[in-house]
């Protein structure tokens, strides 16, 4: 029988406990065959893509055969970058959770090694580090291996593809010989292979086919258009799928920069993440995505190698990836552990042979899609709102504002002229108008403006405002709305019921080596 469910694997107590609060009820094809098969002690050589549920797959078994008792390394996990060196840290330490005495740390590149050398002096059990990180450690000797009965390569093709496999063997042969050896791979090349067969013993084989991971939960779709209308496309489809978190891919750090620049001068709260950033900006910025202060994350390929967010609803691939396993990579960031999701790639007329080349390789048929209409992108407004009338309906407690419509219908008005006089009230201006800001100095209904004392000639840009609004009174992206930036001053709007809360939080702050002033903007008459 196929076992689906975490509790026919055999496991504690204390580990059903812990899958329990992560909210996991069923296994994952990889979980399902991987786990019975590493907890009876054999090496495994695993086939999954990113999203499959691998982290799961091998950290349960990890930390089962854990012994709190024994304070030394007992289990290594490698990692080809920091970020997914620290999500897999995340996703043990819930593991861990009922499994008192327990401890983990994740080493890297670009995190203080003294920090470091601290901690594992303490005494750790599991240890999940980059290749370099770990040689750095062996060297100095703050970590030692004689005790490591565990050791899982995550990722091992990226891994190779990054430069690491003469750290990788160095680091395989200081392991004690009798020892379990994992390797988890989304593919599986002769390096991988060869790997294999010189540092494992009689490793049970698990697959889980590409095509069945990469397409039968994704919609897939394109959009062919020019260069100069991507932008306007992109903003049209977020508005219109409105995903809670969404991807977008960039070929270049260039373009990442320019992006953001571009959705946070439109209002959207997006972030970036590509090489030229510092670890405590990268950090930064996937803490903000996976709370969701940031909803949009533009990234280069090699910047969201790793990156594990569960709540993904849609990719964008903004520029055509440059070769068809990015591709799958790509959109494997949405549709994860089971979960629907979606992705739109951005084609222009000569790229077109790209995409033909990426459905042939993921077997696939990527339907047409066109760039919604502003009457599309109405409609979704006002169905947003009409939905959310309908939920204060249901909750009840409007006779107070019963008796101020009473009071309108007394006058001659009908009830629904003043309906559809508070409907376009709470819509705000017709979107199919350019409004001059001149005429329309005040906010949206339901939000405030808020005069901001810096401009363009102090170098402010929208992420400055936004970012600080957000870090520092903890408002998420998606409630901060129109930003104007001028050549001395500059307006944001707020949800009105924070204004006190942001005016505060920024009072006496420092931007730009400017302190900042921030105060309600008056509407002109």
Do not use: W
């Not at 040689?135 to 891994?159: F, T, Y």
């Amino acid at each position: 029988m196929t076992l689906t469910n975490f509790d026919q694997l055999g496991l504690s107590a204390e580990m059903l406990r812990a899958v329990k609060e992560m909210g996991f009820e069923q296994c994952t094809p990889i979980q399902a065959q991987a786990i019975p098969v590493l907890l009876q002690g054999n090496d495994v050589i695993g086939q999954a893509q990113t999203g499959t549920g691998k982290t799961v797959a091998f950290g349960i078994p990890v930390v089962e055969k854990v012994d709190p008792s024994q304070r030394h390394v007992q289990a290594i996990i490698m990692c080809p970058t920091r970020e997914l060196a620290i999500q897999v840290s995340e996703e043990i330490q819930k593991l861990i959770r009922f499994k008192p005495g327990t401890y983990v740390t994740p080493i890297y590149g670009g995190q203080a090694i003294d920090r470091q050398i601290r901690t594992l002096k303490q005494g750790v059990h599991i240890v999940i580090g980059t290749p370099g990180r770990i040689l750095d450690h062996l060297e100095r000797g703050s970590l030692k291996l004689q005790n490591v009965g565990m050791i899982v390569l995550d990722e091992a093709d990226e891994m190779l593809d990054m430069g690491f496999r003469e750290d990788i063997e160095t680091i395989l042969k200081e392991l004690p010989q009798e020892r379990q050896t994992i390797f988890f791979s989304a593919t599986m090349p002769k390096p991988i292979l060869a790997l294999t067969k010189t540092y494992q013993k009689d490793p049970v084989s698990i697959s889980i086919m590409h095509k069945e991971l990469t397409v039968s939960n994704i919609q897939q779709k394109y959009l062919e258009l020019p260069e100069r209308n991507k932008m306007e496309a992109l903003s049209r489809l977020i508005d219109v799928e409105d995903p809670a978190l969404s991807l977008v891919f960039c070929n270049t750090k260039r373009k990442v920069n320019d992006v953001v620049s571009e959705l946070q001068a439109r209002g959207y709260f997006a972030d970036g993440l590509h090489g030229d950033l510092k670890q405590n900006e990268r950090n930064a910025v996937m803490d903000k995505f996976k709370k969701g202060i940031v909803d949009i994350l533009v990234a280069t390929d090699v910047a969201a190698r790793g990156l594990d967010i569960d709540n993904v609803e849609a990719v964008f691939n903004y520029d055509i990836p440059l070769d068809e396993e990015s591709y799958v990579h790509r959109i494997g960031r949405t549709g994860r552990a089971g979960k629907s999701g979606i992705s739109f790639t951005f084609v222009t007329s000569r790229e077109t042979y790209q995409l033909r080349d990426i459905e042939r390789y993921t077997k696939s048929k990527i339907g047409l899609h066109t760039v919604p209409s502003l009457n599309e992108v109405e409609e979704k407004r006002m169905k947003v709102v009409l939905d959310n009338i309908k939920s204060e309906i249901e909750k009840g407690s409007l006779s107070k504002y019963i008796t101020l419509i009473e009071t309108l219908i007394e006058e001659h008005h009908s009830s629904v002229e003043i309906a559809a006089a508070l409907l376009k009230l709470n819509m705000g201006p017709d979107t199919n108008k350019e409004i001059p800001e001149e005429q329309y100095a005040g906010a949206e209904p339901g939000m405030a403006r808020l005069f901001v004392n810096l401009g363009r000639k102090q170098r402010i840009a929208p992420k400055d405002l936004v970012g600080a609004i957000a870090n520092e009174a903890n408002i998420p992206g998606k409630s901060i709305g129109a930003i104007n930036i001028y050549d001395e001053f500059s307006f944001v709007e707020v949800p009105k019921g924070e204004v006190e809360a942001i005016i505060a939080a920024l009072k006496g702050r420092m931007m730009k080596g400017k302190k900042l002033l921030v105060q309600l903007a008056r509407k002109r008459t």
